[in-house]
């Protein structure tokens, strides 16, 4: 049974930096891909970051040079690392996992956590 808890939300100012933290469980050593996605109210579901189990990564162009997705093979744990936030981060982040890269980049992975919230005033 797969898990993914998210960490590390919380109000921040612009222009400061935040790292959230997903920590996956469930895999039993089978490769995995991780994403991040943030919603805010009102707004469709948007993808952020994908990474894959060698450490390829790809980022939506709305973060790109700002936020760095990263993972930690042997912690079973990724990271977001968000700098230089703006008032438009504000959302809810979801971490989501899935074997296969594609399911995350189309926003359909088997796996989501529960969220945290980021608010950027």
């Known amino acids: 049974h797969v898990q993914l808890v998210e960490s590390g939300g919380g109000s921040k100012q612009t222009g400061d930096s935040l790292r959230l933290s997903c920590d996956i469980s469930g895999y039993m050593h089978i490769p995995y891909c991780v994403g991040w996605y943030r919603q805010s109210p009102g707004k469709e579901r948007e993808g952020l970051a994908f990474?894959?189990?060698?450490?390829?990564?790809t980022y939506a162009d709305s973060v790109k040079g700002r936020f760095t997705i990263s993972r930690d093979n042997p912690k079973n744990t990724a990271y977001l690392q968000m700098n230089s936030l703006k008032s438009e981060d504000t959302a809810k982040y979801y971490c989501?996992?899935?074997?296969?890269?594609?399911?995350?980049?189309?926003?359909?992975?088997?796996?989501w956590g529960q969220g945290t919230q980021v608010t950027v005033s």
């Open positions: 989501a996992a899935d074997v296969r890269s594609l399911s995350l980049e189309l926003g359909r992975p088997n796996y």
């Open positions: 990474i894959d189990n060698d450490g390829g990564t």
